[in-house]
């Protein structure tokens, strides 16, 4: 059997992984058009704010694919799926046959409707991304950064950590607005001020001026005007899927079953960016994280050696700039229910679908993290919501 998996993150590398241990006669190549194996995107915010060396955010090195058998080859982008001849074609015209096929391609950063292609205005994705922000950030006095935000926020701490003047610009009423109320908000924009960040609510990039090329001023919604030598943005993410024709949603991600094999044969995604049918939430949906690209790999993985897993998981997400720890589980479009502790930064909010636990968020205080992702993941019956919000019950 032959397995070809374009995309090397942790969605790829782990499917790759999956299938050698499923199958140790299977045929496996690895396609990326990174110039590096393998690295933890996590880090890279580490990274830039100048607290880890580079190195530590390598995860697997050329000698980890050799030893499972396993063929990487890096700078090979693929430009197409010729599934009627299941085959790929990279962008320089090389074609790769295969049995079975995994896109795990993620997603490239939104552009700012306003960007002219600005010499000191930086997207962030990759390790080379990381790079010229931290070096952006090192050598800056003042910077904007754009994007309310799981991503956003990781950019405003570089600057803010590299002592760069930090204008951070968050489009409604707070940060990550899609899970969080202005209380819980409230405690995170604190923290980010206490290192430094200028947190500016209800503002939007009107205009930018320039010169040679250069961002010099943001001009807000409001009116008001940044100054900067330093640009950042982080306002989503488009799918990388366009070199697959197969069933996609509004957005262009591509759908696949519950086992992740997409409307063509033989052809599995997984990853960020990618719609499946969640058992366990009852709904289709796609989420962007680490655990969770990884988990999808997984499961990817069995199945292109030759099980019938379905993907249910509950993913977790975690800020960790701050002593206040902040942890977001599961799906947060339920139902609210939110309290705020007597205990300073301390914070939860619980998302409900009728009576079933779907997602939680905390700041603070995480302690009951396993159990309530047990209670969403066994879809346990919740008679009384407010009960799960006292520290009481989880001590
Ligand atoms: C700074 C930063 C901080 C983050 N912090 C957190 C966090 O705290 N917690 C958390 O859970 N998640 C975090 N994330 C998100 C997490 O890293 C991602 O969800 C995860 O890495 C996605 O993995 P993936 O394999 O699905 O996609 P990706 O890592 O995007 O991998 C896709 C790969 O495919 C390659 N590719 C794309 N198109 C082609 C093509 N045509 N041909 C060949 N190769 C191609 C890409 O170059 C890329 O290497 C963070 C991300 C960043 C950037």
């Not at 933890?40 to 190195?55: D, E, V």
């Not at 991600?253 to 960020?272: D, F, P, R, W």
Request: proline share 2%; net charge negative.
């Amino acid at each position: 059997m032959k397995h070809v998996i374009i995309g090397d993150g942790v969605a790829g590398a782990t499917a790759a992984e999956e299938i050698r241990k499923k199958d140790e006669d299977a045929e496996i190549h690895v396609l990326t058009d990174e110039t590096d194996p393998l690295y933890n995107r996590i880090m890279l915010k580490t990274y830039m704010k100048g607290s880890l060396p580079k190195q530590y955010t390598r995860l697997h090195d050329e000698n980890w694919y050799d030893k499972r058998d396993i063929q990487l080859h890096l700078e090979t982008e693929i430009k197409q799926v010729l599934p009627e001849n299941n085959q790929v074609e990279t962008s320089d015209g090389d074609r790769f046959g295969y049995d079975r096929l995994l896109v795990a391609t993620g997603g490239s950063p939104k552009k700012l409707p306003q960007d002219e292609d600005f010499d000191n205005l930086h997207y962030m994705w990759t390790m080379g991304d990381a790079e010229h922000i931290k070096k952006a950030a090192e050598e800056s006095e003042k910077a904007v950064v754009v994007g309310g935000g799981l991503l956003g926020i990781d950019l405003a701490m570089a600057y803010a950590e590299n002592d760069t003047e930090t204008y951070y610009l968050i489009r409604g009423d707070n940060w990550w607005q899609r899970g969080l109320d202005k209380d819980g908000a409230e405690i995170i924009h604190k923290k980010m001020e206490e290192k430094g960040v200028n947190v500016l609510t209800n503002s939007e990039v009107e205009e930018i001026e320039s010169e040679d090329s250069n961002v010099k001023v943001v001009v807000d919604s409001k009116g008001e005007r940044y100054e900067c030598d330093s640009m950042a943005v982080a306002i989503g993410q488009n799918p990388n899927s366009d070199i697959l024709e197969a069933e996609k949603n509004e957005y262009e991600m591509l759908k696949t079953n519950e086992q992740l094999e997409t409307s063509i044969n033989n052809v599995y995604a997984a990853g960020n960016m990618v719609e499946y049918y969640s058992p366990v939430f009852e709904k289709r949906t796609f989420n962007g994280s680490w655990d969770h690209s990884e988990a999808m790999g997984e499961t990817a993985g069995e199945n292109m050696a030759g099980k019938e897993e379905d993907f249910d998981f509950v993913n977790t997400y975690g800020v960790g700039h701050f002593q206040a720890q902040f942890l977001a589980i599961g799906d947060w479009s339920g139902e609210p229910v939110s309290k705020n502790y007597e205990e300073e930064n301390h914070y939860r909010r619980l998302f409900f679908r009728d009576d079933k636990l779907v997602g939680a968020v905390m700041i603070g205080y995480t302690r009951g993290q396993e159990e309530l992702k047990k209670i969403i993941r066994e879809k346990e019956a919740v008679k009384n919501r407010e009960k799960l919000l006292e520290k009481s019950y989880w001590s």
